[in-house]
């Protein structure tokens, strides 16, 4: 199992950018594929963005896609979102992910280590 904390979640205007990070402990971090999924009030938890073991495969949500960009530093066992053109339907409670598969998952099912979640706030 591995550990996962997420932070950088607030408040901030439509059009404004905000970082997530999410720090991993417990586990070489860079056995797994990493992501992000958020889920806002009444709705399911839904896909955003995955990363690859080295980084060099990314997957996005057509709703993200342009304006969300996910990275990680293996040297750091950390994975960021990073969040730009941000609109009030990006708010929700955004949860970092875990997975030792070969394949990179877009579904809330195939990941078994999960953060404890960051608010992210989007004011009109």
């Known amino acids: 199992q591995v550990q996962l904390v997420e932070s950088g979640g607030g408040l901030v205007q439509a059009g404004g950018s905000l970082r997530l990070s999410c720090a991993a402990s417990?586990?070489?971090?860079?056995?797994?594929?990493m992501a992000w999924f958020r889920q806002a009030p009444g709705k399911d938890r839904e896909f955003v963005a995955a990363?690859?073991?080295?980084?060099?495969?990314?997957y996005y949500a057509d709703s993200v896609k342009a304006r969300f960009t996910i990275s990680r530093d293996n040297a750091k066992n950390t994975t960021y979102l990073q969040m730009n053109s941000l609109k009030p339907e990006d708010t929700a409670v955004y949860y970092c992910?875990?997975?030792?598969?070969?394949?990179?998952?877009?579904?809330?099912?195939?990941?078994?280590?999960w953060g404890q979640g960051t608010q992210v706030t989007v004011s009109s």
């Open positions: 992910a875990a997975d030792r598969s070969i394949l990179v998952f877009r579904t809330v099912s195939e990941y078994d280590n």
């Open positions: 417990g586990r070489t971090f860079s056995y797994y594929n």
């Open positions: 990363i690859s073991r080295s980084g060099g495969n990314t």
